[in-house]
């Protein structure tokens, strides 16, 4: 009989109302690598937090090479042998490689350290690893890749018999992909069962000896890459239709209005692309390939290296924010708590923060005129709060959001960014934001709408480009807008390649 | 049983919104009780013309720190417009409106040197200002060559020890000072913008704010007030010293703080910060009625001064658990 490393059986988890996880069942063998996919909110990471100790689990049984364990916090997955490297390294950049990886288990005699012994030993786990690098280095000189392999090191300094990568090669540059999959090998002959957390299809199917595949909560699909297939993976990680989630949109797109040809900067290459009066234009893609910072940059957020970029048949050369909103640019953050509004501040003070020039005399705020202009978008955008005058804080995620809308709906503007513009809100101020959307599409103004929900983009956009590591890699128009090629792209394949 | 609960809980919820009022109230009657010679009118005047100085450069440190940042340099300005006022009027022999005049404009121009340091150049508004806090210390030393420079105009020294309807002048600026700024934090863009940029600067700079504008203003406000809180000085004494004003920087962000402003910004109010003033000003008094000597009081200062804030700390500490 074969013991799995990890067994984890009929595993359901639920958070408030939201069935998160539906009894998946979850079973890793000693020195594999296995790949858990799936979009965004499909659960991968709550079964990983469970079974780290992050989050305690609702339902069902793990067994950790065939012993049933309560593993209750992530100190017990530790001490277990179940490490988790996130996305966010955790290295303290001050120290060195040495001392990150043996942090908080320093060896020490009479209180003091044994510089010697603990550089000795971190060397010699560097290279059981298959790499080398200088124990004594300043951990936060190292390019990420190299942060990463400290982080390895730091799990594997306590014995390590389960390794978790979150979307470990999210940062990486190709090269350094390599390095890490030598590293996994390595790891894997050692016999260290790795699970491996992924969007990049291409990689997945060239590490993982096994593949599992998770949707909405559930597993939709589990096999070698073999049995699996590439095309295989995305209809089991997206298998499932448009509902009637997005409200139609029956107004004809207009004149050409908006123009970015060829942006270059740090974060992103080559973006080309249009926008009509009108139309809501989608930038998809995955977490970390550039969206963001398209929207940055024509902000004024970010600089732009070389390209144009036209507003109207004007040129523009945005330096700031101020001049983005000045030429008739509005753009909604992503984070909302950290951008998109302030949360101590009042509904009121939020809203009226770009309209304050009109709204006032000679600097003086003129009170009933905001508050009446005030009123007038809380009702039209329905904005549920108590009054004009409580702090944004007091709102719900989808009143927040709507707050953070509101405040470019009084304005004369020509072009709305909206980036990620329903995360982290229930489905009912989904259906609103998309309402809120339509209509300012329905007074002329060309939207872009930024999304990692392929559904979102699908339902809501007219055309859409879609990003892969900075690189635009195409615009798919209205009648190629479908999941699998969205997904295509997405993972860097090109769009010629595409079967129609 | 909840009835009661309720009550307490409201009575709390009134306290803490007060606990400034509370504060200052509670100093008043206890210094009524130790020292009669406290609530009489001579020494409540004197009181308030004594503390008009912090009082005016705590209304610039107000808008400072509701941007989230600090103005140490201060003192060091309130010394360098004594010593401007005096020289401009003494040693140049101009009219006291151009005295007055230049020396503002001067100490404006340090407070925006401040302000284009932290603004744009990105710098740590403790680090510049700190920087600032030297330089204009220094200029206030090198002007005067380090003696007090005596004045010689009727007008100045009036201002000083004069009186309008009873109240002395000096407190009376210091009461226009800060129904300005309650009017600008109250009324206006630019207070609202201020307390904006405390709170989240980011979202604030995208809203398409010039952040960097507001935030150099404030410095420059600053050292305005600073250069008041000088000319004060000044006529009060008759001399232009380079002494005045040392550590007068960390009283007016005591009173700040003891009005119950965040240090990270975005909290505060004009009303409350003079209330600040106020209660600083009089631990001081008290104590001298008492003829509690020197060193005695500063620590006792202090202690209040921790007092204080531990107070406005049961307030944060509610509302800031997440």
């Known amino acids: ?500 | 049983m909840k009835r009661s609960e309720g009550w307490s809980a409201k009575a709390l919820d009134i306290f803490l919104k007060y606990n400034t009022e509370f504060i200052l109230l509670i100093l008043i009657v206890i210094s009524s009780l130790i020292s009669s010679a406290f609530f009489t009118e001579r020494n409540i005047f004197n009181l308030l013309r004594q503390v008009s100085g912090t009082g005016i450069i705590s209304m610039g440190m107000l808008l400072v720190i509701l941007t989230g940042g600090i103005d140490l340099s201060v003192g060091s300005q309130l010394a360098l417009g004594s010593v401007l006022s005096a020289y401009f009027l003494t040693i140049y022999s101009y009219s006291l409106p151009m005295s007055i005049f230049l020396t503002i404009l001067i100490c404006t121009f340090f407070g925006s040197v401040s302000g284009y340091l932290v603004s744009f150049r990105g710098m740590a508004p403790f680090v510049a200002t700190l920087a600032l806090m030297t330089i204009t210390r220094g200029f206030a030393f090198i002007i005067s060559k380090g003696a007090p420079i005596i004045v010689d105009s009727a007008t100045l020294t009036n201002f000083g020890s004069k009186y309008f309807l009873r109240i002395p002048y000096p407190v009376l600026l210091m009461l226009g000072i800060f129904i300005v700024v309650h009017l600008i934090l109250r009324y206006t863009i630019f207070g609202r913008l201020v307390k904006a940029i405390g709170s989240n600067e980011l979202a604030v700079k995208l809203s398409g704010i010039n952040v960097a504008y507001y935030k150099f203003a404030v410095y420059a406000i600053s050292g305005a007030f600073a250069a008041v809180a000088g000319i004060i000085s000044t006529s009060r004494t008759g001399v232009g010293s380079p002494l005045v004003g040392e550590g007068l920087e960390l009283d007016a962000i005591a009173a700040v703080v003891i009005g119950g402003a965040s240090l990270k910004g975005g909290k505060g109010t004009a009303f409350k910060t003079l209330l600040g003033v106020l209660i600083l000003g009089l631990i001081g008094n008290i104590m001298n009625l008492k003829n509690v000597p020197a060193y005695p009081q500063q620590v006792i200062k202090g202690l209040i001064i921790i007092f204080a804030v531990l107070f406005q700390g049961v307030k944060t500490g509610y509302g800031s658990e997440s």
């Open chain 1, 1 to 500: 009989m074969v013991t799995y490393r990890i067994e984890m059986n009929n595993i359901s988890k639920s958070f408030g109302g939201v069935q998160a996880l539906k009894r998946v069942t979850f079973k890793v063998n000693p020195g594999e690598i296995m790949a858990l996919v799936g979009e965004n909110g499909a659960g991968k990471s709550t079964l990983m937090k469970i079974l780290s100790g992050a989050y305690t689990k609702d339902e069902g049984e793990i067994l950790i090479d065939g012993r049933p364990v309560e593993i209750n916090s992530p100190q017990k997955g530790r001490n277990i042998g179940i490490n988790i490297i996130y996305q966010e390294l955790t290295i303290v950049p001050d120290l060195t490689v040495a001392e990150n990886i043996f942090l908080g288990n320093l060896p020490v005699r009479n209180g003091i350290i044994q510089w010697s012994k603990l550089n000795q030993k971190a060397e010699e786990l560097i290279q059981s690893i298959g790499f080398s690098l200088n124990p004594k280095t300043i951990a936060g000189n190292l390019s990420v890749a190299h942060q990463q392999v400290v982080e390895i090191c730091k799990a594997l300094s306590h014995d390590a018999r389960v390794l978790i990568l979150d979307e470990p090669t999210a940062v990486l540059a190709p090269r350094e992909v390599k390095t890490l999959f030598e590293i996994l090998k390595n790891l894997k002959k050692k016999g260290v069962s790795i699970i491996y957390i992924s969007h990049r299809l291409e990689e997945v199917l060239e590490i993982a000896d096994q593949i599992t595949v998770l949707k909405d909560g559930e597993v939709t699909g589990t096999g070698t890459p073999k049995e699996m297939g590439k095309d295989n993976i995305i209809n089991l990680m997206i298998g499932r239709r448009i509902t009637d989630m997005y409200p139609q949109r029956d107004i004809p797109t207009g004149e050409e209005i908006f123009k970015i040809e060829n942006l270059n900067n740090d974060k992103v290459e080559n973006v080309s692309f249009t926008v009509k009066a009108g139309e809501v234009f989608g930038i998809a893609g995955l977490v970390g390939s550039g969206r963001t910072e398209i929207a940055k940059a024509i902000f004024g957020v970010d600089p732009v290296q070389t390209g144009i970029i036209y507003l109207d048949n004007q040129q523009l050369k945005n330096k700031s924010p101020k001049e983005a909103v000045s030429k008739g640019i509005g753009m909604v953050p992503e984070n909302r708590k950290e951008e998109g509004v302030i949360l101590d501040m009042t509904v009121r003070e939020n809203i009226t923060i770009t309209n304050l020039k009109n709204l006032s005399r000679l600097g003086f705020i003129k009170n009933k005129e905001e508050e009446d202009f005030c009123q007038q978008l809380v009702e039209k955008l329905r904005v549920k709060a108590a009054t004009i005058d409580v702090p944004v804080n007091s709102l719900s995620g989808g009143n927040q959001q709507k707050v953070s809308l509101a405040k470019w709906f009084g304005i004369n503007l020509k072009l709305i960014i909206l980036d990620e513009p329903t995360r982290g809100i229930d489905v009912g101020a989904k259906v609103e934001v998309y309402k809120l959307i339509n209509e300012l599409a329905r007074q002329g103004l060309g939207v872009i709408m930024i999304s990692s929900e392929m559904m979102e983009i699908i339902g809501m956009c007219d055309r859409a480009a879609v990003m892969h590591r900075g690189k635009m890699i195409g615009v798919l128009e209205n009648d190629e807008l479908t999941e699998e090629n969205i997904m295509r792209l997405a993972t860097g394949e090109e769009k010629n390649n595409e079967k129609k």
